[in-house]
T-cell receptor, first 113, second 115 residues
Framework: AQSVTQLDSQVPVFEEAPVELRCNYSSSVSVYLFWYVQYPNQGLQLLLKYLSGSTLVESINGFEAEFNKSQTSFHLRKPSVHISDTAEYFCAVTPFGNEKLTFGTGTRLTIIP | SQTIHQWPATLVQPVGSPLSLECTVEGTSNPNLYWYRQAAGRGLQLLFYSVGIGQISSEVPQNLSASRPQDRQFILSSKKLLLSDSGFYLC??????????????FGPGTRLTVT
């Protein structure tokens, strides 16, 4: 079985400051990794994913995440946040060949003007 | 392109009343379908998933049930709602052929309040 840990339930950050949202996972098999974003009262949208290849993956809106196999982590970072980044962020994993995603409990990112 | 719809968007129901939430996917065929519940501060809980018509897997024992009467239609039901059924219900789908895509695509959700 897999598990995902997002230790920070809430992260307040000043506008234009950098941010890192932490994600650690546990799995006995290889996994694919995802970050989803949820704006208030909306469904989840895929932010970025790691399937294979380069361990650093980027999104179109400036977020990036790095897969670290030895530390079983997939932390999400952005060098300068904006008010529009206020949302809840979920890390998720799925084993190769499995139909199900396992989600973390989410991190609520609040941007302070 | 593919789209996923959920209705209703919001619902207020009394305890003990029945429930029916509907999810439909357009623009693809034979998807895998999923129902999640999101309670405040508790992340996403997978309730049911389906790999085909009439094929339902239940993840959590509860008073909810799911059905898939058509290829791209997924229904979440209850005969008698409990207060603890309140939450945000999300439907999602994936391609059956994982070589096409590995992520799940989510609908807009239904906010259910049981009073």
């Amino acid at each position: 079985a897999q598990s995902v840990t997002q230790l920070d339930s809430q992260v307040p950050v000043f506008e234009e400051a950098p941010v890192e949202l932490r994600c650690n996972y546990s799995s006995s098999v290889s996994v694919y990794l995802f970050w989803y974003v949820q704006y208030p009262n909306q469904g989840l949208q895929l932010l970025l994913k790691y399937l294979s290849g380069s361990t650093l993956v980027e999104s179109i809106n400036g977020f990036e995440a790095e897969f670290n196999k030895s530390q079983t982590s997939f932390h999400l970072r952005k060098p300068s946040v904006h008010i529009s980044d206020t949302a809840e962020y979920f890390c998720a994993v799925t084993p190769f060949g499995n139909e199900k995603l396992t989600f973390g409990t989410g991190t609520r990112l609040t941007i302070i003007p | 392109s593919q789209t996923i719809h959920q209705w209703p968007a919001t619902l207020v129901q009394p305890v003990g009343s029945p429930l029916s939430l509907e999810c439909t996917v357009e623009g693809t065929s034979n998807p895998n379908l999923y129902w999640y519940r999101q309670a405040a501060g508790r992340g996403l809980q997978l309730l049911f998933y389906s790999v085909g018509i009439g094929q339902i897997s239940s993840e959590v024992p509860q008073n909810l049930s799911a059905s898939r009467p058509q290829d791209r239609q997924f229904i979440l039901s209850s005969k008698k709602l409990l207060l603890s059924d309140s939450g945000f219900y999300l439907c999602a789908w994936t391609f059956k052929d994982r070589g096409l895509s590995y992520e799940q695509y989510f609908g807009p959700g239904t906010r259910l309040t049981v009073t």
